[in-house]
């Protein structure tokens, strides 16, 4: 099993900047990628960005490319998600998941996470 921990939400102004982090702790050496996902009041929780473990490809949902960057620390069993140019749209509760399978094709459904944090909350004025 892995365990993941989010941190790093907060409030911010339209236009500013933010990065959440993820700890990965527990069978970290079965990670496979590792993803940020996002779930505003009343909507199904949606795909952001994911990242292969070993090389770094990554992916993102087309409404943060350019905005958005996922990055990782295999070192420290870390995940990122910096966030630029924010939006109010971008207001909801991020979390992080891992997907534990390797080889796996599909990155954006929630099924192909094994593993989720807690959320934590992002809340973007305008």
């Known amino acids: 099993q892995v365990q993941l921990v989010e941190s790093g939400g907060g409030v911010v102004q339209a236009g500013d900047s933010l990065r959440v982090s993820c700890a990965a702790s527990?069978?970290?050496?079965?990670?496979?990628?590792m993803a940020w996902f996002r779930q505003a009041p009343g909507k199904e929780r949606e795909f952001v960005a994911g990242?292969?473990?070993?090389?770094?490809?990554?992916y993102y949902v087309d409404s943060v490319k350019g905005r958005f960057t996922i990055s990782r620390d295999i070192a420290k069993n870390m995940a990122y998600l910096q966030m630029n140019s924010q939006k109010p749209e971008d207001t909801a509760v991020y979390y992080c998941?891992?997907?534990?399978?390797?080889?796996?094709?599909?990155?954006?459904?929630?099924?192909?996470?094994?593993?989720w944090g807690q959320g934590t909350q992002v809340t973007v004025s305008s």
């Open positions: 990242i292969r473990w070993s090389g770094g490809r990554v």
């Open positions: 998941a891992a997907d534990l399978h390797p080889g796996s094709i599909s990155y954006t459904p929630t099924y192909a996470y094994d593993s």
């Open positions: 527990g069978r970290t050496f079965s990670i496979y990628a």
